[in-house]
């Protein structure tokens, strides 16, 4: 990144100077289109990125019988969301494909081995099996059998990639099964781990879109919007 200007500064005013160029060189109609598509891209991805960054939980009134593990669950499930969509946002900008915003396990080693772990606690049901006992799942199996997460879930523990670990919890989130209550998974330290797994996410990207304002935007090279196959928004 840029010493001289934070990027968000420094964005504004290559935006503001591509516009002037636009105007003073009478550019077609398209080519102007095109340019402010891109730029509605680009103001997706700061507010998105920028709400990830300063969201610090969930405020409900009092008066709601919510206990404060439950709202602690909702707040880290809402932060990770918002972390998701600003790395798909980022990809979408720069149109790099899709493995550009994989992020491995070997980088994060630890991070990845605490959530094999976490995966693969089980937890106690309210069901029980024909002998009366009540039955005991893990959270990866819980999210087998969501169909729309299996292949999210598949592609870290089979190849490591945090990215997809976190677009399964994302959908849980988003779809409602993404909840703390009655079991003894979301400790101090399990909150810990998943706000990194934001930062690392946050972290990615922020560099991706840094990397695009570097070499394509600060270069004048020219804002092209047509090449969107590559963009995936989940």
Partial sequence: MSAEKPLKSRFWEVLRKHEQQLKDDNKP?????????????????????????????????????????????????????????????????????????????????????????????????????????????????????LVEHKNCLDSFLQNGDLTELARAFRHMFAHGFFTTSGNDLLTQDTVEHFQELTEVLLEKSFALFDEYMQKTVEKNSPFTVEKNENRVFL
């Fill in 29 to 145: 109609l398209e080519e102007r289109k095109a340019f402010s598509k891109q730029m509605r891209l680009c103001s997706l991805f700061f507010a998105r990125y920028e709400l990830a960054k300063a969201f610090k939980g969930i405020v409900i009134s009092p008066e709601n019988a919510v206990t404060p593990n439950i709202l602690l669950g909702y707040s880290v499930g809402m932060r990770l969301f918002l972390a998701v969509s600003a790395l798909e946002l980022a990809q979408a900008v720069t149109e790099k494909p899709i493995e550009s915003i994989k992020i491995i396990a070997s980088d994060h080693p630890a991070l990845a081995d605490f959530f094999k772990t976490f995966l693969n606690k089980e937890k106690t049901t309210r069901h029980t099996d024909e002998n009366g006992s009540r039955i005991k799942v893990t959270l990866a199996q819980k999210m087998q059998d």
